[in-house]
């Protein structure tokens, strides 16, 4: 059965960090790309960061040195390192996980992921 099952969310004060995790079943840590979401009330799913199969790492601008995605491949577990918070930063965070080969040509987008973990959920406060 194909899982990913976030944790790591919770509050914090705008500087703060958190580390997200991510513990996907083998079959989709085998994916082409694995990839942390986000989505703010009123706003559309937006791509945070992203790794693929070759290891290439992509980030949105907005998250650049501050936010780190890694893999444990032992563990078959993605983080996202978090740090110096801003309250714009506040979202529910996903997992995803894209099967197919085209999630390597834009690795933020999320129409090329197929797995979606349930959220968990980032307050950043000012």
């Known amino acids: 059965q194909v899982q990913l099952v976030e944790s790591g969310g919770g509050s914090v004060q705008a500087g703060g960090s958190l580390r997200l995790s991510c513990a996907a079943s083998t079959y989709t840590y085998r994916s082409y790309c694995m990839g942390w979401f986000r989505q703010a009330p009123g706003k559309e799913r937006e791509g945070v960061a992203a790794?693929?199969?070759?290891?290439?790492?992509s980030y949105v601008d907005s998250v650049k040195d501050r936010f780190t995605i890694s893999q444990d491949n032992a563990k078959n577990t993605l983080y996202l390192q978090m740090n110096s918070l801003k309250p714009e930063d506040t979202a529910m965070y996903y997992c995803?996980?894209?099967?197919?080969?085209?999630?390597?040509?834009?690795?933020?987008?999320?129409?090329?992921?197929?797995?979606w973990g349930q959220g968990t959920q980032v307050t950043v406060s000012s």
């Open positions: 995803a996980a894209g099967v197919g080969w085209r999630c390597q040509r834009n690795r933020l987008n999320n129409l090329y992921y197929n797995y």
């Open positions: 790794i693929d199969s070759d290891g290439i790492i």
